[in-house]
T-cell receptor, first 119, second 113 residues
Framework: AQTVTQSQPEMSVQEAETVTLSCTYD???????LFWYKQPPSRQMILVIR??????QNATENRFSVNFQKAAKSFSLKISDSQLGDAAMYFC????????????????FGKGTKLSVKP | EAQVTQNPRYLITVTGKKLTVTCSQN?????MSWYRQDPGLGLRQIYY???????DKGDVPEGYKVSRKEKRNFPLILESPSPNQTSLYFC????????????FGEGSRLTVL
């Protein structure tokens, strides 16, 4: 079964600086999606960025970028020029492209990293 | 505006009193799913549906029921709620079961006394 591990329960960054959140995953599949979701205090789950495994180029969305290392099964999120509004819980998630077991289409989430931004 | 709408957002109820959490999406998505989020356990899938009248269990289905009579709606039913079902619930949808990201509703905070 696929697993997603976020080894940093909490992180802190100074406003305007850069922070990197770590994520590793375990899978035997070759095609899949990886995502970073943000959950602010409002509890809404907001998609930050997505990466298709077949794409070698790392995804980028404005101040957010990923370092996708497929062989190492690593998917880290870099936040540049951190802002107070970036403070939230960040979840790394995996989605299979293939049927396995009974949970088709399921997102497998890590336990999350709580990011604090200091003014 | 494309969205997934859940109701109620907050609910306090008592053990054994049947309740339904509604979920509706306006994106014509085929795939819909329910998750619960608990501290230290992350998000876990309860049930999912790949299309109208097609539903199946996720990882933690005990104590829950779902139905998918219309493409846009996917209600979560707790026939006899118990305190261990106190949780934050999310409904989510995507175009198909294996395409792209899931779009989430705003969450429903349920407390069972």
């Amino acid at each position: 079964a696929q697993t997603v591990t976020q080894s940093q329960p909490e992180m802190s960054v100074q406003e305007a600086e850069t922070v990197t959140l770590s994520c590793t995953y375990d899978t035997s599949e070759s095609d899949y999606y990886l995502f970073w979701y943000k959950q602010p205090p409002s509890r809404q789950m907001i998609l930050v960025i997505r990466q298709e495994a077949y794409k070698q180029q790392n995804a980028t969305e404005n101040r957010f970028s990923v370092n996708f290392q497929k062989a190492a099964k690593s998917f880290s999120l870099k936040i540049s020029d951190s802002q107070l509004g970036d403070a939230a819980m960040y979840f790394c998630a995996y989605r299979s492209l293939m049927n396995y077991g009974g949970s088709q289409g399921n997102l497998i989430f890590g336990k999350g990293t709580k990011l604090s931004v200091k003014p | 505006e494309a969205q997934v709408t859940q109701n109620p957002r907050y609910l306090i109820t008592v053990t054994g009193k049947k309740l339904t959490v509604t979920c509706s999406q306006n994106m014509n998505h085929e795939y819909m799913s329910w998750y619960r989020q608990d501290p230290g356990l992350g998000l876990r899938q309860i049930y999912y549906s790949m299309n109208v009248e097609v539903t199946d269990k996720g990882d933690v289905p005990e104590g829950y029921k779902v139905s998918r009579k219309e493409k846009r709606n996917f209600p979560l039913i707790l026939e006899s709620p118990s305190p261990n079902q106190t949780s934050l619930y999310f409904c989510a949808s995507s175009l198909f079961r294996d395409v792209g990201e899931l779009f989430f509703g705003e969450g429903s905070r349920l407390t069972v006394l």
